[in-house]
T-cell receptor, first 110, second 116 residues
Framework: KNEVEQSPQNLTAQEGEFITINCSYS?????LHWLQQHPGGGIVSLFM???GKKKHGRLIATINIQEKHSSLHITASHPRDSAVYIC????????????FGKGTKLSVKP | NAGVTQTPKFQVLKTGQSMTLQCAQD?????MSWYRQDPGMGLRLIHY???????DQGEVPNGYNVSRSTTEDFPLRLLSAAPSQTSVYFC???????????????FGNGTRLTVT
């Protein structure tokens, strides 16, 4: 079983829809990251969480440490949000190394 | 700031050839790492470093060597390329230490490597 599981693997939405991507993990962590990989291949960091909730523009990330679960929400989705969203955790005692989920491919149709 | 600079962007090798993927960062980050990304799999750690002169193996180190002679540079060497090393490679860096949980990972733009 993978230590970091994301769902769904693929997601197609209509422009304007509210989107949720889920991440569950099975190890103790010091932080959780959400990353975005665009079709061109570049990877950028969206959020780092160790507790609670963070918001940046139309993106919201939440984490429940007790349930070992995080969600990434996108409000009022737009075609430019089409990308692969990757969850990664920094496990405790891992010397800073991250464990990555396989990613969720999001396609937002106009 | 240039951030993390990774070269080359594309490379084709024949089986048995060697090459070095370059990675440089200008953010004075202690932590640097190399990953490979294959279809249907998450990013997998090849090697990492927490400072100049310090390197360690990740999840998939076989066939790859690294060195860290300076804080800025972290090259990845393929000693004898094999078709199984066909992949997209990413270099990344971040701060390291007690506050590292609050440090984002900065990625290079990737190298698409094909070994024939």
């Amino acid at each position: 079983k993978n230590e970091v599981e994301q769902s769904p693997q693929n997601l197609t939405a209509q422009e304007g829809e509210f989107i949720t991507i889920n991440c569950s993990y099975s190890v103790g962590i010091s932080a959780l990251h959400w990353l975005q990989q665009h079709p061109g291949g570049g990877i950028v960091s969206l959020f780092m969480l160790s507790s609670g909730k963070k918001k940046h523009g139309r993106l919201i990330a939440t984490i429940n440490i007790q349930e070992k679960h995080s969600s990434l929400h996108i409000t009022a989705s737009h075609p430019r949000d089409s990308a692969v969203y990757i969850c990664a955790v920094r496990s405790t005692g891992s010397q800073g190394n991250l464990i990555f989920g396989k990613g969720t491919k999001l396609s937002v149709k106009p | 700031n240039a951030g993390v600079t990774q070269t080359p962007k594309f490379q084709v090798l024949k089986t048995g050839q060697s090459m070095t993927l370059q990675c440089a960062q200008d953010m004075n980050h202690e932590y640097m790492s190399w990953y490979r990304q294959d279809p249907g799999m998450g990013l997998r750690l090849i090697h990492y470093s927490v400072g100049a002169g310090i390197t360690d193996q990740g999840e998939v180190p076989n066939g790859y060597n690294v060195s860290r002679s300076t804080t800025e540079d972290f090259p990845l060497r393929l000693l004898s390329a094999a078709p199984s090393q066909t992949s997209v490679y990413f270099c990344a860096s971040s701060r390291y230490g007690d506050s590292s949980y609050n440090s984002p990972l900065h990625f290079g733009n990737g190298t698409r490597l094909t070994v024939t």
